[in-house]
């Protein structure tokens, strides 16, 4: 319960940073926290008290984690990391035309 | 594949008289096809493509029994006539196009509910309220009375076999239609009534204008009147009679546009003044237009006498009727004589007259191909006219069927008389020499009209009213919506966590409503 | 039965996207060879399975799967192709092959960097489609949008880095939480393989339910721009340059609205979409946003902004009628999905063509445009009509089809939006006609400006090229208009396999 | 709209969607323990069937390889994007780096550095790590490079193309042994199953150690190339 609760203020951090500000790195950063509290609760949530889940060689099988949900969140971080470079690349392009980041001097993004 | 094919073939219909109107339309697009060999100098190739595509979609039309066929034929109808306009001008494209997508869409609809009704074919309907709605859709499609306004501007602007095909047998495809879908028992009063408005409007209109071709178009809507009049009758006698009288007028008319064309050609003019003495240079011509107005007019010995005879008859009888009729068939008269006294009038030194012929008839050499047509559309008038049983068994009720050709002369006179006695003194009529006619003229008189009923000595631009109707109202409306939920990227954006907080306390919401 | 030919289906063009880079270090004239060998293989395949398995798409059969890595389904990922993603697969690969001619001639600059990324939506889209395994379509969703992303900013314009951030902005969103509702069916299924949900996902409590359902559903509107979400759409189809838009409104948003029909009627089941109420709710939504579409075109001043609004109209009205879950709402759906396929990327295509020489996109600019190049203005007024929806052409018989499906289900609200949607159609593009022919008087200086104030894109156009894609589309408008009845198979089997949701799992859990 | 207003409202939907994700995430029962399914029978039968210790790695690289080639494809075409838009730059010549102190010690550091990367996506399946961590440790020393040495000093060590060369390699060591395997066992991806030797030796879990290596030669390059765009300046004089 208590992963669920961070969870959700994660979230709406990230959100409201994506939402309210108007810096559009500062929206970036929002939107990466958005997906880490994602990744976060998805490793907090399969989280059963076990290892994580590497035999180690001449030790036997214990209680291990859910290796699928870890492996998922790798492939995930990647993902976001990659489109979070894509987008500030775009800003740094959109800089070179309106010398400006703030979202309310550029006019083009709301219509 | 083979489905659609047979299903295709299998809602033909080969009943009662559609067939015999439907050799009649390819007929006149044969007729109109051969006059537009000299006429048409551009894309000729292109112009034949659409003129078969037209031709097979008019077939489909009037013998087909299956909603999805018959729209889809006329769409095509629609479409290869819009683009046949194009010859003569883009604007008439235009306005063409939205008066018949407007009227498609109306029928479109009103076929759906047809269809959702149980009238799963293409048959007489007894839903009055149906009926109703297709009667505004065939309107907008055929210029019935009060949708007639885009009928006389695009058919007299257009080029002259386009009038021909667009005057001769397009709008009739909407008649035929409705001769269709009203129950032959009882006809239908609101058509019958619109019947005898188009017939006094148009017959009016087309005294007034002095311009052949407006003139033409003005009597396509007076002429049509009768048959909106047959069929909103009922009765068995006055649908053979509309029948009829789309076949005579449809011969008729079809020649008269492709005559004025050659004159048009011949004199640089199209205002009836100018054609004084063209029996004389243009005999062949003149005959051509000689029989087909003595069939508008309806004097007796011609296609139109026969067709609204048999109307007039089947109407009830009485001393009112007779007048009214009377009254009719004058105002035809009136138009159809005017241009037949400036045809006679000869005010010319003919002393070399055998010179002045053999010029004509050399021009009659290069031409022959128009000449031909108006040979073959001034025959069918005569057929029509003199053996009107002759299409067939579908007409065999008429083998026995007394014309009464005594009364015919005897009004037929007296209409001359009149006629000629008006003509002469040319009181009363206003005739006016309109060179141009376009449909924005038109509106804005409309608007103009109604706006002067209103409020007096208040000028209106109507041209800003028409902007303000058709087009800035819109996208003023259009333009506020969108700005209301374009506001900035923040309210678009929280659209996403009201929609999910939606979304997710859906079973709540649900049940608390 | 498995078939390899499915995977290369998909690794056939990532080849070529990695391949293109190495190539421009070596010979760059070479790039062209690889593109067209690659489409070539991609078009070789498809039509060896096509020929293969004739007899099992007539009659609905065919399923073909695919392993990888041989591990059974819900250990490992597996591909499947059944007729439903047949058909998709089929008409996309067409339409993308007709988008890559069209960029031949189109695109000067960087065209090393667009045909990686152009491949890479190509196998993208394929593996979206075949997919079997939601955390594998989240994957090849990424994917999509990262590709798609890039190429709207393709032409390094103010405007076209704009658009690139509002679309990833609702985009990344709409991904993320897909991420999070893949996780979340992981949870409380322990699989990911899509037959396997499909198996168990009626068992859990309508609660859960409710939450993933919730959680996919605003990904998914958000993917296609249907109303709450519809803002980044217009921009980003006017901004980029015309193959991409092509591609973003030809194909992107068929294959959402593909991956929208696997979801739910396979893995979450229409039933439990009723039993938790939501269709009614999503019927209204999608309606609502095609009225919106439509309004919102009437007052577009930029002709590519108004075929991206009456995008949204489309679209909308599409997920309406095949929200109503009949068997004419499917057959008219998906016939309209490859009209507006073929429609909207054939006019995107001729725009780029008929605005090469202009400033802007705007209205004003647009006079003349139809005096310039009257055949390609000409096949984009077809093109129009077929938007509109005129008889001959393959608009009208899908129009015709949803409006018999809106009827037949009394939805008579949806039945009003289709023929909403043609009327204002008509008065909004028929705007854009007259003024294309309106007579517009350049010297030649005027004109050398206006070429030089365009990137040097519309310079190196290869006109024939273009223009011959141009027809093409609208070639297949009009056969296809005429000959509507040659998709009726397809569609049948097609339709079949989305209503025969066990036949699914058993295949691919038992095979 | 007034910009207070607009607040409140953004806050009072805000509180709407947590109170909405709070109610719903009361319904989700906890993940007290594995299910039988997928993961119950990685773990029991992941070793035996990969020969890869780390299971996280059997997963990534073997059960559910093909997400992993999709996401190295999603770096790829985020670097061909990236590229893409800022290629219209040049690179600025600054600083001369830092002092000569931190010169010498980074150049004595830098093999070490490069031997743990290697170390990292080699031991991939044995040890936590695997292609992309020690990928980005790779792309790291390119970065460090710039800073201390000036941004010039890397360009022209390791230049755009061969970096290109390195990213496009390793996506083809990945591709090509998916396509390896379809020659081999029949299947796409598949291990193959000839390359193990003792299970926890370097050389085990069959093609994992391979696929990591390219993927780590990929996101090392692939990082690079897209910190090299982003410090580069714009061509004032392009157009």
């Not at chain 2, 087909?64 to 729209?71: G, H, I, N, S, Y």
């Not at chain 3, 065919?62 to 990922?77: A, D, K, S, T």
């Not at chain 3, 009225?291 to 075929?307: D, E, S, T, W, Y």
């Not at chain 4, 550095?113 to 992309?132: D, E, K, M, Q, R």
Request: charged share 10%; proline share 2%.
């Amino acid at each position: 319960m208590r992963n669920n609760f961070i969870f959700i203020i994660l979230f709406m951090l990230g959100l409201y940073a994506l939402i309210m500000k108007t810096n559009l790195i500062k929206n970036v950063i929002g939107l990466n926290i958005m997906e880490a509290s994602i990744f976060f609760w998805v490793i907090a949530f399969s989280d059963v008290g076990g290892e994580v889940a590497i035999h180690k060689m001449g030790e036997e099988f214990s209680k291990f984690n859910d290796p699928v949900p870890q492996a998922l969140t790798l492939t995930g971080i990647v993902i976001g990391a990659s489109t979070a470079a894509l987008l500030l690349t775009l800003i740094i392009e959109l800089n070179q035309f309106t010398d400006t980041i703030d979202r309310d001097e550029i006019e083009g993004l709301n219509n | 594949m083979a489905l659609l094919w047979q299903q295709f073939l299998a809602s033909f219909s080969f009943e009662s008289y559609f067939p015999l109107l439907a050799e009649v339309g390819v007929i006149l697009t044969l007729i109109t096809a051969l006059a537009a060999w000299n006429y048409i100098k551009e894309y000729k190739f292109w112009y034949y493509i659409l003129t078969l595509i037209y031709l097979i979609s008019t077939v489909v039309v009037i013998l087909t029994t299956d909603w999805f066929f018959f729209l889809f034929a006329w769409e095509m109808v629609t479409l290869t006539t819009t683009f046949l306009l194009a010859w003569s001008s883009w604007k008439l494209v235009k306005q063409y196009f939205v008066i018949q997508f407007t009227g498609s869409s109306i029928l479109l609809f009103a076929a759906l509910a047809a269809n959702a009704l149980g009238y799963t074919e293409i048959a007489a309907i007894d839903s009055v309220l149906l009926q109703f709605v297709l009667i505004i859709g065939m309107a907008t499609k055929s210029g019935i009375f009060i949708f007639h306004f885009w009928l006389p501007p695009i058919h007299s602007e257009a080029p002259s076999p386009v009038s021909a095909i667009l005057s001769g047998w397009v709008v009739k495809l909407g008649y035929i239609f409705l001769l269709k879908i009203i129950p032959i028992e009882s006809g239908n009063t609101m058509l019958y009534l619109l019947g005898i408005a188009m017939v006094v409007y148009g017959g009016w209109q087309a005294v007034r204008s002095a311009d052949l071709k407006i003139m033409l178009a003005y009597s396509t809507v007076s002429q049509l009147g009768f048959i909106a009049l047959a069929i909103g009758t009922g009765g068995e006698l006055a649908f053979l009679g509309a029948v009829l009288f789309i076949i005579a007028h449809g011969f008729a008319k079809t020649t008269l546009f492709i005559t004025s064309g050659i004159l048009q050609r011949e004199y640089g003019s199209r205002v009836v003044y100018d054609f004084k003495g063209a029996i004389f240079k243009r005999p062949l011509t003149s005959l051509a237009v000689i029989i087909s107005f003595l069939s508008l007019a309806g004097l007796v010995f011609s296609a139109g006498y026969n067709a609204k005879y048999l109307i007039s008859s089947a109407q009830l009888p009485g001393l009112l009727t007779k007048v009214v009729f009377f009254g009719f068939a004058l105002i035809s008269a009136i138009y159809s004589l005017r241009i037949l006294y400036w045809i006679f009038i000869v005010d010319e030194d003919y002393s070399n007259f055998a010179d002045k012929l053999k010029k004509a008839l050399n021009s009659y050499q290069i031409y022959s191909t128009d000449i031909l047509a108006i040979l073959f559309g001034t025959l069918g008038v005569l057929i029509v006219a003199f053996w009107p049983e002759m299409p067939g068994d579908m007409l065999e009720y008429l083998v026995d069927y007394d014309f009464n050709i005594i009364a015919g002369v005897r009004d037929s006179i007296i209409y001359i008389l009149l006629a000629v006695y008006l003509i002469h003194n040319n009181a009363g009529f206003k005739v006016k020499v309109r060179d141009h006619l376009s449909l924005e003229r038109y509106l804005r008189s409309a608007l103009d009209f109604i706006f002067s009923m209103s409020r007096k000595n208040v000028k209106f631009d109507t041209d800003k009213i028409f902007e303000t109707v058709f087009y800035n109202t819109i996208f003023n409306t259009s333009k506020k919506i969108h700005d209301f939920f374009y506001q900035d990227l923040t309210i678009q954006l929280l659209w996403i966590p009201v929609f999910l907080s939606i979304l997710l306390l859906w079973q709540q919401i649900y049940s608390y409503f | 039965m498995m078939e390899t030919r499915i995977i290369l289906l998909i690794i056939v063009p990532l080849g070529t996207a990695f391949i293109i880079p190495f190539i421009d270090l070596i010979n760059a004239k070479l790039r062209r060879f690889f593109v067209l060998l690659g489409i070539s293989i991609q078009i070789f395949n498809l039509t060896s399975i096509v020929v293969q398995y004739f007899d099992q798409i007539r009659d609905g059969s065919l399923f073909l799967q695919y392993h990888l890595g041989g591990w059974q389904p819900p250990f490992g990922i597996n591909l499947v192709m059944d007729n439903l993603s047949f058909l998709f697969i089929a008409i996309v690969t067409l339409s993308l092959l007709f988008i890559i001619i069209y960029s031949i001639g189109y695109v000067g600059h960087h065209e090393g960097k667009f045909y990686v990324l152009y491949f890479i939506i190509i196998a993208a889209s394929n593996g979206a489609m075949l997919t079997g395994d939601l955390f594998n379509m989240y994957v090849f969703i990424e994917l999509l949008t990262i590709a798609s992303g890039a190429l709207i900013a393709f032409q390094r314009s103010h405007p076209g880095s704009e658009a690139a951030i509002k679309y990833l902005f609702y985009n990344i969103i709409a991904g993320s939480l897909i991420f999070f509702g893949v996780l979340l069916t992981y949870f409380n299924l322990g699989t990911l393989t899509m037959a396997d949900v499909a198996n168990n996902f009626a068992a859990l409590e309508s609660g859960i339910q409710l939450f993933i359902t919730a959680i996919f559903l605003t990904a998914l509107l958000i993917k296609m721009g249907v109303f709450p979400f519809l803002f980044w759409l217009p921009k980003s189809y006017d901004s980029s340059p015309a193959p991409v838009t092509a591609v973003l409104s030809g194909v992107l948003s068929k294959i959402y609205l593909y991956l929208f029909i696997r979801l739910i009627w396979t893995v979450i089941g229409f039933e439990t979409i009723v039993a938790l109420n939501l269709n009614i709710l999503l019927i209204d939504i999608a309606l609502f946003s095609s009225f919106l579409g439509h309004v919102f075109a009437l007052q577009a001043n930029n002709i590519k902004r108004l075929l991206g609004y009456s995008s949204i109209g489309h679209i909308g009205m599409i997920f309406a009628v095949i929200m109503l879950n009949t068997e004419a709402g499917f057959y008219g759906g998906i016939l309209h999905i490859i009209a507006h396929m073929f429609m909207k990327a054939g006019l995107f295509v001729a725009c780029g063509y008929l605005l090469q020489y202009t400033v802007s996109n705007h209205y004003r600019d647009f006079k003349g445009v139809g005096l310039r190049d009257k055949p390609v203005f000409i096949a984009f007024i077809i093109l129009l009509l077929s938007m509109i929806g005129m008889p001959p052409l393959l608009g009208f018989a899908s129009k015709w089809f949803i409006l018999m499906a809106f009827l037949e289900a009394q939805s008579y609200f949806g039945a009003f939006i289709v023929i909403f949607g043609s009327l204002t159609a008509v008065i909004y593009y028929l705007r854009y006609i007259a003024k294309g022919f309106e007579e517009v008087r350049l010297s030649e200086d005027d004109l050398k400006m206006e070429v030089f104030n365009q990137p040097l894109l519309s310079v190196l156009y290869r006109e024939k090229i273009v223009t011959f894609i141009t027809y093409a589309y609208t070639a297949v408008i009009i056969i296809f208009g005429f000959g509507f009845r040659f998709l009726n198979i397809p569609l049948r089997m097609s339709i079949e396999s989305i209503m025969n949701v066990e036949r699914y799992i058993e295949l691919v859990l038992g095979g | 709209m007034h910009k207070y207003l607009k607040k409140t409202l953004v806050i009072s939907v805000f509180i709407l969607t947590a109170i909405a994700l709070y109610e719903n995430f009361l319904l989700v029962p906890e993940y007290t323990g594995l299910r039988t399914g997928v993961s119950d029978y990685i773990i029991s039968s992941g070793l035996s069937d990969t020969g890869s210790l780390n299971l996280i790695t059997a997963v990534l690289y073997d059960y559910r390889a093909f997400d992993s080639l999709g996401e190295s494809t999603v770096i790829f075409g985020a670097v061909s994007g990236i590229v893409l838009i800022l290629s219209r730059k040049m690179l600025p010549v600054s600083s001369r780096g830092l002092s000569f102190i931190v010169k010498r010690t980074f150049g004595l550091v830098t093999p070490f550095i490069a031997l743990f990367s290697l170390y990292v996506i080699t031991h991939g399946h044995l040890s936590p790590g695997g292609g992309f961590q020690g990928g980005v440790i790779l792309a790291v020393i390119s970065i460090i490079f710039s800073i201390v040495y000036g941004s010039a000093f890397d360009y022209r060590r390791y230049s755009p193309q061969v970096k290109t060369a390195m990213e496009t390699m390793g996506a083809f060591t990945f591709l090509g042994l998916g396509v390896v395997g379809i020659l081999m066992e029949g299947f796409f991806l598949k291990n193959l199953g000839f390359l193990t030797a003792r299970t926890g030796t370097l050389i085990s879990a069959g093609s994992i150690p391979y696929v990591n290596f390219g993927v780590g030669i990929k996101v090392g390059a692939g990082l690079a190339i897209i910190f090299y765009s982003m410090i580069q300046k714009t061509f004032k004089e392009d157009f």
